[in-house]
């Protein structure tokens, strides 16, 4: 029977854990922190590369060699930002860290901290997480008052701030620069790339933007014979363990910590307990809304990075949405086009007209006014939108409606063969 395999849910799933920061240094907590002040920055980032670890906010970018392309030598201060948004249509686990293991998620933001030379970190989470909010805010206090922020942590010679910073609530100030302009006290819109954050990000300066999952890794990985064990928790280029958010028709939904070279059917069908009601899969979303969408016969394959991309999907933010045979899915594509033309920022006019025509379409079939013309219309309006915007919410948007499209015609035509 597959079980989790408990890395950054060890203490979570310990109902005895103490998530106050007394409680996470019982369980070992700060010795990785300790060990990386014993090493050189470019060591960490070093072994960080090592590690094989690749970004869990949805591109899966290698997170060492992000950090360095980080601009050195500017004269400027250096940021690291934890992108605690976690926006994506489906995606509930970076929420669980935050609530339920706080210290684990900052011990990582010190550690990255340490490795890109950040002497002030943000964490950028949206304004609805009122009670991850809260529980952030009283882990950083427990850590001034304990001395491992701000002034010589741990006698290391190094100095950390961490302020926590409330979004309001956008979907695009999950994209990195729409987030750092949100930051900056402006309206979060995607700023042109290049120059990447990495060269000028937040106030100009060199900047890294990581997901919290990323950063919680960290720990881990530093702890003694991290890099190997990380490294050992999935096929090549594809280590560590991983949070899924499993959601949609199974029995058992929930957020599961899982090795990467665990197959999409034995999700589905072991941990979360198969379909509901003993009906028949239909389809998955693989990845958070913005993943091409697959077919019941496709899950036999490895949910990571790689192997998804291989058969043309994505991992994205690893938030798996299953749907049964009863789904219309026409009316599934609604929901998420509505949900792209009202997060739409507005600013790229493919995105901007794209979003809202493509909701505009779809509905006219949910109307009784669909048409093989209209079905064309949706796909084109799609392809319209890929790759030709300034930010990936444009592809985001386009994915699933060209997936959903070219995968159940069908069913748009029993739309208008039966109305
Ligand atoms: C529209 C949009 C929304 C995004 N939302 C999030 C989010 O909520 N959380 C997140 O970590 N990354 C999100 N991302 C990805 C970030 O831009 C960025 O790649 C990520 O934070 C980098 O961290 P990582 O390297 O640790 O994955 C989003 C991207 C786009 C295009």
Not at 59 to 66: E, I, Q, V
Request: with cysteine; net charge neutral.
């Amino acid at each position: 029977m597959l079980e989790e395999t408990l890395v950054l849910f060890k203490n979570i799933r310990n109902p005895k854990y103490d998530k106050s920061l007394a409680g996470y240094k019982k369980t070992g907590g700060f010795k990785s922190l300790k060990k990386v002040f014993g090493m050189k920055p470019e060591e960490v980032v070093q072994e960080v590369k090592e590690s094989g670890v690749r970004g869990r906010g949805g591109a899966g970018f290698p997170t060492g060699l992000k950090w360095s392309f980080m601009a050195k030598g500017t004269g400027k201060p250096s940021y690291l930002v934890a992108n605690a948004d976690e926006s994506e249509p489906g995606t509930c686990k970076d929420r669980e860290l935050m609530l339920k293991d706080p210290h684990l998620f900052l011990e990582g933001l010190m550690i990255g901290s340490y490795a890109v030379g950040c002497h002030h970190a943000y964490v950028y989470v949206r304004g609805e997480f009122f009670p991850a909010i809260k529980t952030l805010n009283a882990a950083v206090d427990e850590l001034y008052a304990d001395g491992l922020l701000g002034h010589d942590p741990l006698g290391s010679g190094f100095n950390l701030d961490i302020t926590i910073h409330t979004g309001a609530g956008a979907y695009i100030c999950g994209e990195e620069t729409a987030l750092l302009d949100s930051l900056e006290g402006k309206r979060g819109q995607p700023r042109v790339k290049p120059p990447f954050p990495a060269v000028s990000g937040f106030n100009g300066c060199p900047t890294s933007v990581n997901n919290v999952e990323t950063l919680a890794c960290l720990p881990f990985i530093f702890s003694d014979g991290g890099v190997e064990s990380f490294k050992s928790f999935g096929p090549q280029n594809n280590s560590g363990t991983h949070l899924v958010s499993l959601s949609g028709h199974v029995n058992s939904p929930g957020v599961y910590e899982l090795r990467m070279d665990v197959s999409m059917k034995d999700i589905i069908y072991e941990i979360g307990g198969g379909i509901r009601n003993g009906k028949k899969l239909k389809g998955v979303i693989p990845g958070g809304s913005s993943s091409p969408v697959m077919k019941a016969d496709e899950i036999d394959v490895l949910y990571n990075f790689d192997d998804l991309a291989k058969i043309g999907t994505m991992m994205g933010s690893a938030a798996m949405m299953v749907f049964d045979e009863d789904t219309d899915v026409v009316k599934l594509l609604h929901r998420i086009t509505r949900f792209y033309a009202h997060e739409s920022c507005g600013q790229c006019t493919p995105c901007r007209e794209g979003t809202h025509w493509s909701r505009q379409i779809v509905r006219d079939f949910l109307n009784g006014n669909g048409s093989e013309e209209k079905l064309k219309r949706l796909d084109r309006v799609g392809g319209n939108m890929l790759g030709t915007t300034l930010c990936a919410l444009g592809d985001a948007a386009a994915l699933p409606i060209q997936s959903i499209v070219n995968k159940f015609p069908e069913e748009f035509r029993n739309y208008y063969a039966t109305t």
